[in-house]
């Protein structure tokens, strides 16, 4: 609390002294930034703080390249007006609208693009590169390591994830697995008995608290994602932690009817899974949609098995579940496809709703999760369903994810030629 206290008044000393001076028009100073997401004022406790770098390149380009671990994301979409400006992060919807004030942005993130209702309260703060500079003790134990995350603990909806952590001096970093996907390049620090993470990429946006126990569990945790996501959770070392097989999730239903689709691309072509396009091939169906974050990093990896494998008979096609607007909709998976390079087939499957989706996938059940890839047989049979993503935060976990499907392809690919 002594710690929150301390934050807060830094914070509001800075806030003051933003409003001292003016900016100049159509500018804000370059260098490091500590960039603030509030999803609620009255809990300063679980403000998003990340790091970022504003500076220009050899052509004069304006860049914001926000850092979380060795994760670097380069945002080269800025415009103003007056002394507002305006940052789209790359691949997903996500906008930042800021005024600056001196040393000081005050503005607003929509995690959707301004099209959508949702919006955060915006901070940044320059030349702070401390990720959390309230919190300044010697860290009361290393956290280093793989650990037993339970959500939710004693509740109905009560889970299992899997926190894989590196702690040097009191600057952690690391991800967290879950079955539905891992929560990516998480950052922080460990300040006396406080343990803190926290992750904005334009897709993903999250806070972990958590207090460190004298025997080195951490207790009393919370995390929260969005003004609707939010979890209690505790934690333990627990080096044999493992989550529930990927591929043992979703299934096809008994007697389910061959699967099929057909959905506009995004020149607004039919394409269903009976076309020429998908005969006699190996089919990998992805489940995803453009705000995913998860999907982002396992489209880049479809891609270069699509660039390996098409010659040999390999055909992917994503799903995408977005808004109920099909020409908004049609923007935005554009917009994924060109930053990300993928050059497989992209199709509009309506609005991303739990309804839509089991109606769109009828003839699965289980644990859908986005991503879900479905891989089918060249005689057109699921083979395989894969729940979930673990990406490149996750270490040896998506190594091992490359080596596995990369296998599974092969051996799709060598039947019944």
């Known amino acids: 609390m002594k710690r929150l206290i301390q934050f807060t008044i830094i914070y509001c000393l800075l806030s003051v002294a933003g409003f001292s001076q003016n900016n100049v028009s159509g500018s804000f100073p370059t260098g490091d930034w500590l960039g603030v997401i509030s999803f609620n004022s009255t809990e300063p406790c679980l403000d998003v703080q990340f790091n970022f770098r504003h500076f220009s390149d050899y052509g004069n380009k304006e860049i914001v390249e926000i850092r979380n671990g060795e994760d670097r994301i380069s945002a080269t979409e800025l415009s103003w007006s007056g002394d507002t400006v305006l940052i789209r992060l790359p691949v997903h919807q996500a906008e930042i609208q800021a005024i600056c004030r001196n040393d000081t942005l005050y503005g607003t993130l929509y995690p959707r693009g301004k099209s959508e209702n949702r919006k955060y309260i915006f901070k940044a703060f320059h030349n702070i590169t401390d990720r959390f500079p309230a919190f300044n003790e010697s860290p009361a134990c290393d956290v280093t390591g793989r650990w037993k995350i339970t959500e939710n603990p004693g509740k109905e909806d009560e889970s299992v994830m899997i926190g894989i952590f590196q702690q040097r001096g009191s600057k952690v970093t690391g991800t967290v697995l879950t079955t539905t996907g891992d929560y990516r390049y998480l950052e922080g620090k460990v300040s006396g008995s406080n343990f803190m993470l926290s992750c904005f990429d334009g897709g993903f946006c999250m806070a972990f608290k958590a207090e460190i126990t004298k025997g080195c569990n951490l207790e009393n945790g919370i995390f ?11 934690a333990e070392k627990d080096d044999t932690a493992e989550l529930p097989d990927s591929y043992s999730l979703v299934r096809e239903k008994s007697g389910a ?12 072509n039919i394409v269903s899974l009976g076309d020429e396009q998908f005969r006699n ?28 494998y098409r010659s040999r008979g390999l055909e992917i096609v994503a799903l995408c579940f977005e808004s109920k607007d099909r020409g908004v909709s049609l923007k935005r998976i554009q917009r994924f496809i060109d930053h990300t ?17 089991n109606n769109v996938l009828y003839d699965l059940e289980g644990s859908i999760a986005y991503p879900t890839s479905i891989f089918i047989g060249r005689n057109g049979k699921i083979r395989k369903v894969h729940s979930g993503f673990s990406g490149p935060a996750t270490g040896k976990e998506y190594i091992n994810y490359i080596d596995n499907t990369t296998r599974m392809i092969e051996q799709l690919l060598d039947e019944n030629q």
């Open 281 to 308: 091939k190996v089919v990998i169906v992805q489940i995803m949609g453009t705000w995913c974050a998860n999907c982002k990093d396992e489209t880049i990896l479809f891609g270069e098995f699509y660039k390996k």
């Open 224 to 234: 929260q994602g969005s003004t609707t996501w939010k979890s209690t959770w505790r």
């Open 257 to 268: 009817a061959p699967f099929g689709f057909s959905f506009p691309d995004i020149k607004g």
């Open 341 to 357: 390079g993928a050059v497989y087939t992209f199709l509009y499957a309506g609005e991303a709703t739990r309804n839509n989706r």
